[in-house]
C-alpha cells in the first residue's frame, strides 16, 4: 500500500483522528461496562466504538477527504510507537493515503488509560482485515513517560 | 433530564425512522420510477448520466447553448474546468481549462466566474458564451482564508454587480480558538458571506463587505430573482454526543442540529458558534460550549433559518427552479443537493439525495420532499466512502432540464420531465 508522507514530523500512525473537534478538554467517555471483556480486542471494540467510531466509521474506512481510514495502512500496521503517540497527542496535519487527502484533526485521548489505549490499537491491528501484533499496556506506559507533548 | 430523555426516546426513534427512510423513498413508490441512471424520480420524470468518470465534479453552469462548465475539486490533468456540450441524452466533452481546482462557478454579463479555495477568478465570454482566453483569467478576489477545512468557496451574484463568497468556518465549533469564551476570532475572516464587486480585480477581505456572519459553511447557495435576495444553505455543526455525552444521545446527535436555509439580508448572523437550530423543537439553541442544555434557547439577535432540514445531510447544491418544462408546482421553488452524511455514526449515514422545497412568494412554503434518490446505490453503500455516487452542484438548462452532479464518480446526470 502506497503511503505519501505529507508531513515529516509525525509521521506514521494515523489513528482516531477525532475529526475536528479537538477542544481543550477531551470528554472522558465511560467505557465501563458491568462484564469487562476478558480479551484486548473484545475490550478495544468497546473503547473503539465509544470515541472512534463516530469518526473512523464502524468499518474503519474513515471518510474521504475528512478522517483517514484504519484499514491497512502503515500508519495503522506499522511503528508502534508513532500509532500510540498520535492517540496521546491527537493530529493536526494532511496526509495522503493512496492518492486521497485527508485533513481533518484529531483531538489528543490522553485522557485514555493506559490499558485502554493498548486494547483499543489492539482491535484497530487486529480489525477491518488488519493482521499486526498486539499492544501492551507496557508498550503504552512507556511511550507516555517518554511522551513530549507539544502544543 | 435522565427520566425526561427516556420518556422522549420512542418520540426520537419514531423520528429516526422518517429521517433514515428520507433519502431512501422518493415520496409514495406507487407514484415514482426508477430511471435508467438508478435514480428515483417521481412519476413523469427521468435521468440519464450523460456524462461519467469526469472527476471530483462539484458546481456546474449550463449555458443556452448547452455547453455545460462543471468545475473539479481537484484539477485533472492540470485542467480545473471541464466543458461539456449537450445533444439530448447525450455529453461530449469539448475542452477543459483552468489551471485550478475549485467548487465555485456562475456566468454573469458574459464572464464566467470560478474559485479555487483562496481566489475567485473571471473569464470573459463571447457571445456564444465561450471563454475567448482560457488562459488569461482576471483575478478578482484573491487572499481569502483556506486552512484545512471548510475550504471550497462557493459564490453567486447578484444583479447589481456583486459577487457573494462563502468563507468557511476552519473549525467544527471554534472551541480551540476560544477556550475563554471571549468571542471566536474565527468570524474575523470566516464563517460568513463576503460580498466583492464582480468587475474588481484584485479585491481582498478589506474591499468585501461581510454581507452576513455566523455562517459555519455554505457550499449551496442561490440569488433568488423573485425576491432579490441571498439564499445560503448552512452545514450545521458536527458532534454534540462526542463533544457531551451526558446532553445528547447519539440518535440525538445524529439528527441535530438542522441543515438550516437562510434568506439573508446585509448584516445578518446566523449565530455560529454560539448557537445551533433545532428541527424538532424548532428554535434556535443555545450551544452547549456557551452554557446550552439542549434546552436554553438562543439569543433572538440571532436569525431564524426560513427552513430546516435533518442533521449532516450537507447540503452543497442550491438552484431556484425558473424552468417550464417541470410541472407549475416546481416553478420558483427550490430544489438541494444533499452530499451526504458522515457525522450521523453509530446511526446509518443519510442524505445522498435531492430534495425539492416548495416556494411561495420567493419563501418556502410547505414541507421539503425527496426528489432524486438511489445516488448511494443502495442502503449497503450509504456512506461516504461506500456511496456510489454523491450529488454536489445543480444547474438549469435552457429547455428547463434539470442537472446534476456527482464529485464521487464524476457522473453529470439529466433530469428531465415529460406528461
Known amino acids: 500500500m502506497k503511503i505519501k508522507r505529507t508531513v515529516l514530523l509525525i509521521s506514521s500512525a494515523l489513528l482516531f483522528f477525532n475529526c475536528s473537534f479537538a477542544q481543550d478538554k477531551p470528554v472522558k467517555k465511560t467505557t465501563s461496562h458491568t462484564a469487562t471483556p476478558t480479551t484486548s480486542v473484545a475490550r478495544g471494540k468497546i473503547v473503539y466504538t465509544s470515541i472512534c467510531l463516530a469518526c473512523h466509521m464502524a468499518d474503519g474506512a474513515g471518510v474521504p477527504t475528512m478522517n483517514p481510514p484504519l484499514i491497512k495502512t502503515s500508519y495503522v500496521l506499522g511503528d508502534k510507537a508513532t500509532l500510540i503517540k498520535i492517540v496521546l497527542n491527537g493530529f493536526k496535519e494532511d496526509v495522503e493515503i493512496n492518492g486521497q487527502k485527508y485533513s481533518n484533526n484529531m483531538t489528543p485521548h490522553s485522557d485514555l488509560k493506559d490499558q485502554e489505549i493498548a486494547d483499543v490499537l489492539t482491535y484497530v491491528r487486529k480489525s477491518f482485515g488488519n493482521k499486526a501484533s498486539s499492544i501492551t499496556v507496557a508498550d503504552v506506559k512507556k511511550i507516555r513517560a517518554a511522551n513530549v507533548v507539544t502544543k | 433530564m435522565k427520566k425526561m430523555m427516556i420518556l422522549l426516546l420512542p418520540v426520537y426513534a419514531i423520528i429516526g425512522l422518517i429521517v433514515f427512510n428520507a433519502c431512501k423513498n422518493a415520496g409514495d413508490p406507487a407514484n415514482s420510477r426508477t430511471a435508467p441512471a438508478g435514480l428515483t424520480l417521481p412519476a413523469g420524470f427521468n435521468a440519464v448520466a450523460i456524462a461519467e468518470h469526469l472527476g471530483s465534479a462539484r458546481h456546474l453552469v449550463v449555458t443556452p447553448e448547452n455547453d455545460i462548465y462543471v468545475h473539479l475539486a481537484n484539477a485533472k490533468g492540470g485542467k480545473g474546468i471541464i466543458v461539456l456540450h449537450v445533444d439530448g441524452d447525450k455529453a461530449t466533452v469539448k475542452t477543459s481549462f483552468a489551471s485550478f481546482g475549485g467548487t465555485g462557478i456562475a456566468i454573469k454579463n458574459g464572464y464566467l466566474y470560478a474559485s479555487n479555495d483562496r481566489e475567485v477568478y473571471r473569464f470573459k465570454l463571447n457571445d456564444k458564451n465561450e471563454v475567448t482566453n482560457p488562459d488569461q483569467p482576471e483575478k478578482i478576489v484573491t487572499g481569502l482564508v483556506s486552512r484545512r477545512m471548510h475550504e471550497p468557496k462557493a459564490l ?158 450537507a447540503p452543497d447544491g442550491l438552484l431556484f427552479y425558473t424552468g417550464n418544462q417541470f410541472p407549475e408546482k416546481y416553478k420558483n421553488g427550490a430544489f438541494i443537493a444533499f452530499h451526504g452524511s458522515w457525522n450521523r455514526a453509530p446511526e446509518p449515514q443519510a442524505g445522498y439525495c435531492v430534495v425539492f422545497q416548495p416556494f411561495k412568494n420567493g419563501m418556502p412554503d410547505g414541507k421539503w420532499e425527496v426528489f432524486a434518490d438511489g445516488f448511494a446505490g443502495g442502503a449497503a453503500k450509504t456512506s461516504p466512502g461506500g456511496a456510489e455516487h454523491r450529488p454536489c452542484g445543480l444547474a438549469q438548462g435552457p429547455d428547463g432540464s434539470l442537472y446534476v452532479t456527482d464529485d464521487q464518480k464524476g457522473s453529470i446526470y439529466k433530469i428531465t420531465y415529460s406528461k
Open chain 2, 156 to 313: 453567486c451574484l447578484d444583479n447589481d454587480s456583486n459577487i457573494y463568497v462563502n468563507i468557511g468556518a476552519y473549525s467544527n465549533i471554534c472551541s480551540d480558538y476560544d477556550k475563554d469564551k471571549k468571542g471566536c476570532p474565527v468570524l474575523d475572516s470566516a464563517a460568513g458571506i463576503w460580498q466583492f464587486k464582480a468587475d474588481k480585480p484584485n479585491q481582498t477581505y478589506g474591499d468585501g463587505i461581510r454581507y452576513a456572519s455566523g455562517l459555519r459553511n455554505v457550499v449551496g447557495l442561490a440569488w433568488n430573482q423573485e425576491d432579490n435576495q441571498l439564499f445560503v444553505m448552512q452545514h450545521g455543526r458536527d458532534a454534540l454526543h462526542d463533544l457531551f455525552p451526558n446532553l445528547y444521545t447519539t440518535r440525538q446527535s445524529a439528527d441535530l442540529p438542522a441543515e438550516c436555509m437562510f434568506a439573508l439580508k446585509k448584516g445578518d448572523n446566523a449565530g455560529w458558534p454560539y448557537v445551533y437550530y433545532d428541527w424538532m423543537q424548532q428554535k434556535n439553541m443555545l450551544g452547549p460550549e456557551y452554557g446550552g442544555d439542549g434546552k436554553k434557547t438562543a439569543d433572538p439577535k440571532f436569525i431564524n433559518p426560513v427552513a430546516a432540514y435533518p442533521g449532516h445531510f
